[in-house]
């Protein structure tokens, strides 16, 4: 299914159920609110026959006084009147009178003289003194035949004395009911019709906005000359602008520019230093020190282009969208000791310790029971055996979705690090923990600090600082792991700590 069907589909999927909604609640509307109408108006003229009945039934002649005889006039007239849409052409109230006991005393159709009607809501409540009425149906199953039934006490001072009920057939009013409930959904079966339209005519617009922005990419695809569509709104118009952006950059091949000259130029340094070495050993008669020494220098150059060229196709990689594979569930401690396993070698080698802290004082119990959660270099191990980090010194409950490999590859630029300014003998702590919702892993060293002038260039591509040895590194570990933190909807900082070294932070959405 195409991209306009869709939206056309899901327009009138919008409309329709707005329609439908909004009709169901005025056509559901009508009739309450006729009825609520009729009521009120009913009220009153219970109220005002309640007064006129008053004197007769005190006198026990509401029966055969005056105001029987009243009624029965107001039955016997006609009338014939042209209510807007509606013409009545009949009197329809039925008007009775109850004692104070609910034994009816008067009734206009002649039919419940002597019934006792105390028990029915519209009476029971009038003669305690609350507003009574009823809606009854003459046949259970014909929701036509209900009849309003509504109550006025009959008083004698402050006394109820009866009750005076007026009744009106719901059949009488059900013409106007109808009538409105067509036009309503007349009008809506309109609205919805011309709601139908709209959406095909801006359906018919979209589509030929889109499809020329089609025609746009598919000419540029091709290397064709074209000019990017902004007829199509705002939106599809910075669409074409962006795209024609991207092309500028695409075809001026800025980034591979940069990128090349950028590598070729950390790539002298290694370079010269190989062919100098190399000369020297080629020498002959070079003595068996100096050529191991300038052979140790072939291969630490070599070492160094290779970790360079292998930084940057990851960071390609990265760049081009191609570097998160399939996104698992992880935990951070895992994460964490996988870390530390891989690097332990190295930092036993400079005397380094490895300490994962705690951020949760929920855990400090587990913690004192399972011992510290510290990595070192174990007394009298023998080469290859290390130490390890108790299971219950990591945070297993912090869990983030994401690539293992590519988050390993982050923290591991980001530990490295670290490692290359920490001095001997000193301290590397790591956490885990969350904050707003994301998942920060730190990592803070005992270093010398960032100087104020390298601060803005920290994730530059190829910037680096000198190490404590004088040697410097590639300058991509840290624009990789700011590349592998954006693909995973985070970011890296990096800061001097108050109290002294460096803390980087990779904070990844969980």
Known sequence: ????????????????????????????????????????????????????????????????????????????????APIWHFRKSTLDFRVTVTDDKGIVRFDSDGVAVGADHSRWNDVYRTLRGEYGARSTRDDPDDDGSSVFYVAAPVREGDRIIGVLTLAKPVRTVQPIITRSEQTILRHGFWLMGGAALIGVLVTLWLTGSIRRLRHYAQAVAAGESATPPTGGGQELSDLARAM??????????????????????????????????????????LPDAQRRQFAGHVLSQGARMQECVERMLSLSRLEAGRGLGELETLEAGELLEDLCRVRMPRADAQGITFEVSRP????????????????????????????????AGLHPAYTLRGDRERLLLALGNLLDNALDHAPAGSLILLSAS???????????????????????????????????????????????????????????????????????CLRVAG
Request: proline share 5%.
């Open 434 to 504: 969350t904050e707003a919702g994301a998942c920060c892993f730190r990592i803070r060293d005992q270093g010398a600090g960032i100087p104020d002038y390298a601060v803005p260039h920290l994730f530059e591509r190829f910037y680096g600082l000198p190490r404590p040895d004088g040697s410097k590194g590639s300058g991509l570990g840290l624009a990789i792991a700011q590349e592998v933190a954006r693909l995973h909807g985070g970011s890296v900082t990096l800061a001097n700590h108050p109290e002294g070294g460096v803390e980087a």
């Open 244 to 285: 024609e952006a991207m092309r500028q950059k695409l075809e001026g091949k800025q980034y591979v520019e940069q990128t090349v000259q950028a590598l070729t130029h950390e790539l002298k340094s290694p370079l010269a230093a190989l062919r100098g070495a190399g000369e020297i050993l080629a020498e002959p008669g």
């Open 1 to 80: 299914m195409n991209l306009p069907l869709r939206v056309l589909l899901g327009y009138f999927l919008v409309v329709g159920l707005a329609a439908v909604f909004v009709l169901r609640i005025f056509v559901g509307e009508v009739q309450p609110s006729v009825r609520e109408a009729i009521e009120e108006t009913m009220v009153d003229s219970a109220n005002i026959l309640a007064v006129m009945a008053a004197d007769e039934l005190s006198a026990g002649r509401i029966a055969q006084g005056s105001f029987a005889a009243r009624i029965a006039e107001y039955r016997a007239r006609g009338v014939d």
């Open 360 to 391: 949760d004082a929920a855990l400090q119990q587990a913690q004192d029971e399972a011992g510290s959660a510290r990595w070192s270099p174990g007394p009298g191990r023998t080469d290859g055996e290390h130490s390890r980090i108790p299971a």
